[in-house]
């Protein structure tokens, strides 16, 4: 996975609460997209991140989501005011030479 | 349409048997291509790139087809631990991949 990490793995928040799911791309690794995968669906992009820049964030829902990675420290995707639907695994992945990417272990959302 | 369309399957093979798939994708302009698998909801890893000449590695063996807008995987001598999703993923040229929603493969002993 190129040393992608995410943390935490599992994460119980309540409707309400807030998430902060964590991505660290290995090492000089600058590039960072975050991806949502529903049960029993497709991987669906939400975000891409270079340090300190969001370059595309087509995918990522109008309100309660937020995402950031600073010049120091992880990238954050940041669920405000969760409900149930927001229950799912949440990959970060940085890319490769020709375009593949590489993904972390992901951290699965439940919304109690 | 969707940008990439895969069978869902599920494919229920048994040990040894050859087994094979396909996914289409709807935009022309594609540049890189990928098989993807994913276990029990893990994270997606690499299994291999999809190159214009076709390519194997080991048991596996994929094609594209530009002309139709396809890409497929098969592979032979199955194993028990070639039970996974196999993901069709689609690069346009920029930075952004679009993933199928996956092929599921069981191969029982």
């Known amino acids: 996975n190129a040393g992608v990490m995410q943390n935490p793995r599992h994460l119980v928040r309540r409707r309400g609460q807030e998430a902060r799911l964590r991505c660290s791309p290995m090492?000089?690794?600058?590039?960072v997209y975050w991806y949502r995968q529903l049960p029993e669906e497709g991987l669906k992009f939400m975000v891409y991140l270079q340090k300190e820049n969001i370059i595309d964030e087509s995918g990522m829902p109008k309100e309660r989501f937020s995402a950031e990675f600073p010049k120091e420290g992880p990238s954050i995707l940041r669920i405000q005011q969760v409900v149930r639907g927001d229950s799912a695994a949440y990959f970060c992945?940085?890319?490769?030479?020709?375009?593949?990417?590489?993904f972390g272990p992901g951290t699965r959302l439940t919304v109690t | 349409r969707k940008e990439v369309e895969q069978d869902p399957g599920p494919f229920n093979v048994p040990e040894g048997a050859t087994v094979a798939f396909n996914c289409t994708y709807s935009n022309s302009a594609s540049q890189s291509f990928f098989w993807y698998r994913q276990d029990c909801r893990k994270e997606p890893k690499l299994l291999m790139s999809?190159?214009?000449s076709g390519n194997e590695d080991g048991r596996f063996t994929a094609q594209l087809n530009r002309a139709s807008q396809y890409i497929s995987l098969l592979i032979r001598d199955s194993k028990l631990s070639d039970s996974a999703t196999y993901l069709c993923?689609?690069?346009?040229?920029?930075?952004?991949?679009?993933f199928g929603a996956g092929t599921t493969v069981t191969v029982r002993a």
């Open positions: 992945a940085t890319t490769g030479e020709s375009y593949e990417q590489y």
């Open positions: 993923v689609v690069n346009r040229g920029d930075y952004k991949l679009s």
């Open positions: 999809v190159y214009s």
């Open positions: 090492k000089g690794h600058s590039h």
